[in-house]
């Protein structure tokens, strides 16, 4: 079993900029990937940005250049900076993490955190 544990999101204007954090713990051999969606109000959840255990990174094209996903392997942890926040940012935010135990691959998600982008 593995528990993700998100934090950082919250209100805050356009313009502004937030940084949201992931934690991993429990049966974990090794992570692959780190990852963060989004779901807005009445909208499918979408891609944001993944980054591997190599430190590789892929952004959704509207989030180039505004957010900057980053990792520290050793703490299992995953942090997203958010620039330039636009009110189309406003979503709940979830971590998803794909990885393996000592007997299995797994793939999981957190529990989300809402980022309001408003003024």
């Known amino acids: 079993q593995v528990q993700l544990v998100e934090s950082g999101g919250g209100l805050v204007q356009p313009g502004g900029s937030l940084i949201l954090s992931c934690a991993a713990s429990?049966?974990?051999?090794?992570?692959?990937?780190m990852g963060w969606y989004r779901q807005a109000p009445g909208k499918q959840r979408e891609f944001v940005a993944v980054i591997t255990s190599g430190g590789s990174t892929n952004y959704a094209d509207p989030e180039k250049g505004r957010f900057t996903i980053s990792r520290d392997n050793a703490k299992n942890k995953m942090y997203l900076q958010m620039n330039s926040l636009k009110p189309e940012d406003t979503a709940v935010y979830y971590c998803?993490?794909?990885?393996?135990?000592?007997?299995?691959?797994?793939?999981?998600w957190g529990q989300g955190t809402q980022v309001t982008v408003s003024s």
């Open positions: 429990g049966s974990i051999l090794r992570i692959f990937a």
């Open positions: 998803n993490v794909i990885g393996a135990s000592d007997s299995d691959r797994f793939n999981y």
